[in-house]
């Protein structure tokens, strides 16, 4: 752990800043300047963005001013995501408060309320009630003399302006969304005080730079526009007849409603437990001059269980702070009259977070601990475990802390680890691991919750370098587990109220818009008002809920000495029945628990899918192999699943069921996990199912889908997962692994308008008439340079990426090899020849990364198989007609008969014998010039005489031994002999290689080899350091003579057309959905003129396309957008340069 020296030099630093420095510190807060570089950061109805939310089974839109789910505005409320129906039918946010205000009549002017309220006698004369809200039209209030809306609207410089529609490439802003990174500010305003100021470039984290969760969306309004209690210059005098009220007289009187700021924080996870639900969090800063003693946060849901609103129901669960609703029959009839009924399931919310008190003296949230706070700076630093003892047995209510916690302190983790920081209120901030421990942080120690403010470390994805805090044993705001980003570090108060009533209550007349009816009601349904009436347990027919947290204090952020931000949050929730929906309700609090923090799957992969004719070629980029778990502090990376579907839920691959039979996990087109130790099924969810870690296939970043319909269009997704941590039994639940999600963005039309990086839509096509793909024209069925046997073959993958400039070489790299030892491939590089390396594994696989558009994909043999083909006598060698046999009277220039057997052993002998992946030749001299004297082997029976034979080992060039087995004794090398072909090892023991014998064939005749005679032993051998592919690539080309004959091949499908076809996407929440037909093996660049059997002109279709398509459809309608009748159809193709067709296709009713 972090060195104990380290920590108590900082020890008298710290007891002098608890004498000097207040309490709470303003950099343990987000601030956003007033302005800068000419943009003044205040909400502005011109930055009203409307986005669509879809990171797991919960789709719908929203509004960057607090609303969600709005009425009427496709999709809103949708669960399951693609069912195209509704649950919800609006969710907004409301805070309230009493404030002194001063009576309209006494005020005729502003410096009137200004010289009254400086009066050092001043008492207020009346008690006004603000209430901000912006809710759909039912709570959006207006100004009656400008038509300016007063309420929550957006601060700008949270999103991107400019931003421009991928499909349709016109302005569309939306608040930005984690994924999409066009949606992201230049920088963010909230961060100019980190280390990178502004944090250009990356996501805009709760936790730091990077998402919490699959899908998030973050942006910040403020209700300085709401007017109500000012002094209006349109009307020379109060707005409201109840009083005037300023936030910031003094300071900035242009400074309406309450003052406050909030941020807002959408979070969606879409892990198999966390799918149905997404959580909405508030950060509520008080930005103006004066302090805020009694505010209510509250939240508003409007049900709206499928279009039949007059069998809704809803109940809530008092213990659980959850209300949930459900539909009589349970059906529901869909947004478009055209789809059929769908089940609607449960819909509820649980009320999370609430606001603090952390000045009262009390232990309001029972955890043992009085007065907690997210915002504490100064801290005492204790570094052994019987301090901390002493600490908190004068300070917690141990029993409480227990009870609360699920364990004693002396279990938490700093406790364990000797060291702890007070401020870090419930004992779970760790510094890094000192592994050597020299006091300071090295490379390769963990660095657990120690990673700095912007959370992260060394192998995150994208890291920038250090930053404050990172590193240096200390906590530090925006790490993990300590102030703002521990939820427990604050003494909340709880859910305080809450309404369970119908949508016409609250939406009769202006309800929601009269500051005076909406806070009467909330102050009514607050449970220690005298007069709360419970609601009741069902409400039948369009439920309305209100949840309620207050009062509340918030002092004026500019007070340093006090707490000016604080917090409130909700999850939506959905479930199959009731059972479904408690189970994700305790999942949700088991995230919230956990710092709205999730199991993490590996980093995602980055898919590309190119059509092809009759096939679809996939392939993704290897980040996801170095994944690093914050977490567990751990590289966890286990395999890859490729999955497939037609529909954007893929959901006929989802039909991996669990014990109760309910579809849970997909099933995969292929699946490819590291060769390792870990494989097979485990138990997860509790045991109710199981989980393929994979069968140690090795890692593949490449597949070609071949079954597939030219014209239908496949949903594809490749998702990493990880390893999980096993059980260790008792209490321990382990982790189970963790797998990407994937999101593809369907429209109201059901085309596809966005995906994830994982996930592609494609449609497969023929190629363009003439279409010759890109490829390479070198041999490489053996290497270039070197001794391997293996070949290797080139997959194109992109075909625009080919480059055709590039001289390319691949190299190996091998295990340590010597004589006699096999070696093993271990990695490969791919570089332009002279240049860098392009690409590179350590761990050899059968497939590359792809490099410039392209694959390179290895057939390795194994070592040390006999390659017959190239063992035996030699006749011509070193010729183009080199020929190899055993039977040297089958080949030309040989005399002798003797024919050979070789074998690798001898009747299974391991011991002795061990196989090589070399390659020998044994050659016959002259016995006048030299010959052979076998060495001598005690006991093995071998005779030592000699003979005009040699045998060499090609690889080595070195000479190797021979042993003769002389069955017939008479001292000569002759047919029924053997010969056992032998090298040392480093202990220079003896070890076969291969044992060959002289056959008795051929006749009587005994005729022995003539000098230069030679024959040669080939084994397979892998690739290794001394190996070489070198290759040059070709693009992609048309061909126009083969366009030409090739015109034949044009065809339509389906035709006939039978009122359908098999790949029309279904339709979404609005229209008929398509029709459509298909032309095929078009050339790349042709007009298609449609005629009717009486010869006119029905439609005519340019097709302009590139080298991956070759193909147009046909919407089915005329040149003026008409529906065509049913009947014959006469097309003609003309391709300027190549030629045209004429044929013809039915469309039957």
Not at 36 to 58: E, K, M
Request: hydrophobic fraction near 35%.
């Amino acid at each position: 752990m972090v060195g104990i020296r380290m920590i108590k030099r900082f020890i008298i630093s710290v007891w002098f800043l608890l004498i000097l420095a207040p309490f709470y510190s303003l950099n343990a807060q987000q601030t956003i300047p007033d302005s800068l570089n000419g943009v003044v950061y205040r909400g502005a109805f011109d930055n009203i963005a409307r986005g669509v939310i879809d990171g797991n089974l919960i789709e719908t839109n929203f509004r960057n001013h607090g609303e969600l789910s709005r009425w009427n505005d496709l999709p809103w409320g949708v669960w399951p995501r693609g069912v195209g129906g509704r649950h919800i039918d609006g969710i907004g946010v409301v805070v309230s408060a009493y404030v002194d205000g001063v009576a309209p009549d006494r005020v005729e002017t502003f410096q009137d309320y200004l010289d009254i309220i400086s009066d050092p006698g001043f008492r207020p004369d009346t008690l006004l009630n603000p209430v901000i809200i912006n809710y759909r039209e039912a709570g959006a209030r207006t100004s009656p003399y400008n038509g300016d809306l007063w309420g929550w609207l957006p601060l700008p410089g949270f999103n991107n302006p400019n931003r421009v529609d991928p499909i349709t490439l016109g302005s569309a802003p939306v608040p930005a969304l984690s994924n999409d990174l066009d949606s992201w500010p230049d920088f963010w305003p909230d961060r100019l005080e980190e280390d990178d100021s502004g944090w250009p470039g990356t996501w805009n984290g709760r936790d730091g730079r990077f998402p919490s969760s699959d899908l998030e969306s973050y942006y910040v309004m403020d209700d300085f526009s709401d007017y109500e209690y000012a002094f209006g210059i349109e009307t020379n005098g109060a707005h409201s007849g109840l009083g005037v009220y300023y936030p910031s007289p003094f300071e900035d009187p242009s400074i309406g409603g309450l003052g406050l700021q909030t941020q807002i924080r959408l979070f969606q996870w879409a892990n198999i437990l966390a799918e149905d639900a997404m959580f909405i969090i508030y950060r509520i800063t008080n930005k103006s001059e004066q302090d805020q003693s009694r505010l209510f946060f509250s939240q508003i849901v409007d049900y709206g269980l499928g279009q039949d609103e007059q069998d809704d129901n809803a109940s809530y669960d008092p213990f659980l702070d959850v209300v949930f609703g459900w539909d009589s029959d349970g059906l529901a009839d869909p947004t478009n009259p055209g789809e059929s009924r769908y089940e609607l399931g449960y819909a509820g919310f649980a009320f999370l977070e609430s606001p603090a008190n952390d000045v009262n003296m009390l232990d309001d949230d029972l955890d043992g601990i009085t007065d907690e706070s997210r915002f504490l700076e100064n801290y005492l630093a204790l570094t052994s475990q019987s301090e901390i003892d002493s600490y908190v047995s004068s300070n917690y209510n141990t029993a409480q802390f227990e009870l609360f916690y699920g364990q004693s302190y002396d279990e938490r983790p700093a406790y364990k680890a000797g060291i702890w920081f007070t401020t870090d209120e419930n004992l779970d901030w760790i510094g890094f691991t000192d592994t050597n421990e020299n006091d300071v942080w090295d490379i390769g120690e963990p660095l657990n919750n120690d990673v700095g403010a912007d959370g992260l470390g060394p192998f995150a994805l994208n890291y920038p370098g250090p930053d404050s805090g990172e590193g240096d044993g200390l906590p530090t705001n925006g790490e993990p587990n300590y102030n703002e980003l521990d939820v427990d570090e604050s003494d909340q108060i709880g859910l305080t109220g809450f309404d369970l009533n119908t949508r016409p209550f609250y939406e009769s007349g202006d309800n929601l818009r009269d500051d005076t009816w909406l806070f009467e009601r909330i102050e009514a349904t607050l449970f220690s008002n005298p007069d709360y009436v419970e609601p009741p347990t069902v409400v039948a027919n369009e439920p309305f809920i209100l949840f309620t947290s207050g009062e509340v204090e918030l002092f004026s952020e500019s007070n340093p000495g006090a707490k000016s931000t604080d917090f409130f949050s909700t999850a939506w929730i959905f479930g199959e029945d009731e059972g479904d929906f408690f189970k994700n309700r305790r999942t949700v609090q088991n995230i919230y628990n956990s710092d709205y923090n999730f199991a993490q799957p590996p980093i995602m992969p980055t898919l590309t899918a190119i059509p092809g004719d009759e096939q679809v070629v996939l392939s993704w980029d290897t980040l996801s192999v170095n994944s690093f778990d914050r977490f567990l502090q751990d590289f966890d990376f286990e395999g890859y699943k490729l999955y497939k579907g037609t529909d954007n839920l893929l959901s006929d691959a989802r039909s991996i069921s669990d014990v109760n039979g309910t579809p849970t996990f997909y099933e995969p087109l292929a699946r490819w996990d590291l060769d390792n130790d870990i494989s097979g099924t485990i138990p997860v969810l509790e045991g109710q199912a199981m989980y393929d870690l994979g069968s140690n296939t090795g890692l593949e970043y490449y597949y070609v889908d071949n079954d597939v319909t030219n014209g239908k269009l496949y949903y594809y997704a490749i998702v990493a997962y990880d390893r999980g941590i096993q059980s260790s039994g008792g209490d321990d639940p382990g982790i189970d692994p963790q797998e990407n999600t994937f999101r593809v963005s369907l429209n109201g039309a059901g085309a596809v308008v966005g995906t994830s990086i994982n996930a592609a839509a494609v449609m497969p096509t023929t190629k363009p008439a003439g279409y010759i793909g890109g490829g390479t024209d070198t041999d490489l069925s053996k290497v270039t340079e070197g001794s391997g046997t293996g070949s290797a073959s080139i997959s194109v993958a992109v075909e625009e990426l080919i480059d055709e400039s590039k001289l390319y070489e691949v190299t190996f790299t091998d295990s340590a090899s010597s004589v006699g030892i096999q070696r093993v491939t271990t990695g490969y590089q791919i570089r332009e020849a002279g240049g860098a390396v392009l690409a590179s594994s350590n761990q050899f696989e059968s497939t590359s990364k792809i490099v410039d558009g392209f694959i390179v994909n290895f057939m390795n043999d194994g070592p040390g198989t006999i390659i017959r083909e190239r063992t035996g006598w030699v006749s011509n060698e070193g010729q183009e007609n080199e020929i190899y046999n055993l039977d040297p009277t089958e080949l030309d220039g040989f005399s002798t008969n003797w024919e050979l057997a070789i074998t690798p052993d001898r009747d299974g002998d391991l011991t002795n014998f061990v196989r090589t992946d070399h390659d020998y030749e044994v050659y016959f001299v002259d016995p006048a010039d030299s010959t052979y004297r076998p060495p001598l082997i005690f006991g093995a029976g071998f005779s030592r005489f000699e003979i005009p034979v040699f045998a060499r080992n090609l690889i080595t060039g070195e000479l190797v031994d021979l042993f003769i087995l002389d069955n017939n004794d008479n001292d000569e090398l002759n047919k029924g002999d053997v010969l056992f072909l032998a090298e040392r090892d480093d202990r220079n023991r003896v070890k076969y290689r291969f044992m060959i014998s002289i056959l008795e064939s051929g006749g009587s005749q005994d005729i022995a080899p003539s000098p230069g005679d030679k024959f040669k032993i080939s084994t397979t051998r892998p690739f290794g350091r001394d190996d070489l592919f070198r290759f040059t690539m070709r693009k992609q080309v048309i061909d126009n003579d083969l366009a030409k004959d090739a015109l034949e091949n044009i065809y339509v499908a389906p035709n006939p057309y039978l009122g359908a076809a098999s790949w029309e996407r279904k339709s979404g929440s609005i229209g008929r959905g398509e029709r459509r037909i298909e032309f095929f093996n078009l050339p790349r660049t042709c007009t298609i003129r449609i005629f009717n059997v009486r010869g006119e002109l029905v439609r005519t279709i340019e097709h302009e396309g590139s080298f991956n398509d070759g193909s147009v459809a046909w919407d089915l309608r005329s040149n003026d957008s008409e529906d065509v009748a049913y009947g014959i159809y006469f097309y003609h193709v003309t391709a300027p340069g190549i030629g045209e067709y004429v044929d013809k296709f039915a469309i039957i009713k």
